[in-house]
Every structure is written in C-alpha cells, then in structure tokens.
C-alpha cells in the first residue's frame, strides 16, 4: 500500500522557520513527481512547490518564491518543504502529493496533512 506520512508542522511565529517532512513508502519514490499543497479554510487547495523526478525542475507558487524550498531525498524517500520567512497567511493544512503517470493519465497518493499555523 503506497503511504506518504508527513511530519513537521506545528505553531510558528510570523518570520520564522519551519520544516515539513514527507517519508513515502510502497511505491517506487523516486519516479514520480512530489508537490506541496495547502489549504486554508475556506479556500480553495493550491499548488505550494513541486519537484520532478531527478530534481532538475522546482516550481513555486509567487507567493512562497525566496521563502521557501523544496527538495527530495530518494535514497530516503522524502521530500522536504523548507519554509523560511513565515506569514501568518501561509496558515494552512499543508499536504504532500506524490504524482505518477500510467498510460498517458496522471495518479498519484496524497499525505494526511500536517497543520502549519502563523501566530504571534
């Protein structure tokens, strides 16, 4: 059974920094691509940063751009999302997203999500 089980999140005060983590297991890591999402209640879930397989490709949404960092581990099976510089908008549950392609049709295993709140 693919699992992505994530860990890291927690309370953070505004300009500060934080780490999540993303250990997959059960399917072959490192031939997909990972994404960080997050979503805040009542919006909607959007795309925070991906990484493709071989980690030659990082996009990042506008907002994380120069605070935050994706990277990958596939001797380990992890991906990393390095948040620097927090915002209490970037209060959020973030999910991991590990995305596969079979056939021409994308698939792909979500995370649980790890709460991130931005407070003073």
């Known amino acids: 059974q693919a699992h992505l089980v994530e860990s890291g999140g927690g309370v953070v005060q505004p300009g500060g920094s934080l780490t999540l983590s993303c250990t997959a297991s059960g399917f072959i890591f490192s031939a997909y691509r990972m994404s960080w999402y997050r979503q805040a209640p009542g919006k909607e879930r959007e795309l925070v940063a991906q990484?493709?397989?071989?980690?030659?490709?990082?996009n990042y949404q506008d907002s994380v751009k120069g605070r935050f960092s994706i990277s990958r581990d596939d001797a380990k099976n992890t991906t990393s999302l390095q948040m620097n510089n927090v915002k209490p908008e970037d209060t959020a549950m973030y999910y991991c997203?590990?995305?596969?392609?079979?056939?021409?049709?994308?698939?792909?295993?979500w995370g649980q999500g790890t709460q991130v709140t931005v407070s003073s």
């Open positions: 990484i493709n397989k071989g980690a030659t490709d990082l």
């Open positions: 997203r590990a995305s596969g392609r079979l056939y021409g049709r994308t698939h792909g295993y």
